[in-house]
């Protein structure tokens, strides 16, 4: 499956921030770590909820300090998704998660843009980046964010919406969504990971978003799962993501072979690979599924990308 041609559609940049990464980046940034060791660390990714992965996820994070650490991080990602077979790539970016911690935006952009903008020509991916407002920062810092994104130089393809998602409905977004598409963004939200299937819906209808990130909990609302089948809005599943944070109890009892009989149009997606043990290829191989539905999945990734329809056709 690493040489089907796909495109990976849900992935958080600062999810590839691996283990070893992690203590190099702290070496040189001078940061003290409160682990002695990689296997100290890695010894701590077992979580039981969206909130406990997030804890560890956001504590990581001091480590970036710099551009060119985030220009590193980018880069390792990239190559890795070349093995797998990743041509193209729409990645996700939390500024809110740095900007706080007062790195300028301007540094975090161009550090990451800097290894965007040459993953055409060393590793054969174009790539496409999702700016993600935190949810459970109020509406006032998603909409200075998104100012300032929009202010800024860098070319940005879309909008998008994570963190701790119960009592973080859409609706708080509204305006800062609709800002957003007024001014060209492509609109995405995760729904329905740990968050209930109305959650779903606000995005569709409040925020008007082209696709669901993560979904499965459509399943249990069957009017929901008829319109997201009739109008094929993609959904970008996670498979190890979701068994690593508990929101399937394992792989074998994975909803989406289910997803796939009931007609969604459904994507296979590392989200945060450092973190859940494996990246894009890992999850395909994980699903156990027949060749044919593999290929299937793959050529659903480039088919709910935001790709123009000539590059689609080339991929496909
Ligand atoms: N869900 C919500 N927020 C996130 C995730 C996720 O899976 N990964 C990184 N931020
Ligand atoms: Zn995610």
Known sequence: MSRLPKAELHLHLEGTLEPEMIFRFAERNSIRLPYVDVDELAARYRFDSLQSFLDLYYANMATLLTGEDFAEMTEAYLARAAVAGVR????????????????????????????????????????????????????????????????????????????????????????????????????????????????????????????????????????????LAAEQIPLTVCPLSNVRLQVVPDLGRHPLPEMLDRNLLVTVNSDDPAYFGGYVDDNYAALSLPPETLRQLAANSIRASFLDNTRKSDLL
């Open 88 to 227: 193209h790539a729409e990645v996700f970016l939390d500024p809110q998660a740095h900007t706080a911690r007062g790195i300028p935006l301007d540094a975090v952009l161009e550090g990451v843009t800097s290894a965007l903008g040459t993953a055409e020509q060393r590793h054969g991916i174009s790539t496409g980046l999702i700016v993600a407002i935190l949810r459970d920062q109020s509406a006032e810092s998603a909409m200075t964010t998104l100012d300032a994104v929009l202010s800024s130089d860098v070319e940005v393809l879309g909008i998008g919406l994570d963190s701790a998602e119960v009592g973080h409905p859409p609706s708080k977004f509204v305006e800062v969504f609709a800002k957003a598409r007024a001014n060209g963004l492509r609109a995405v939200a995760h729904a329905g990971e740990e968050g209930p299937p109305s959650y779903i819906w606000e995005a569709l209808d409040l925020l008007q978003v082209e696709r669901i990130d993560h979904g499965v909990r459509c399943l249990e609302d069957d009017a929901l799962v008829h319109r």
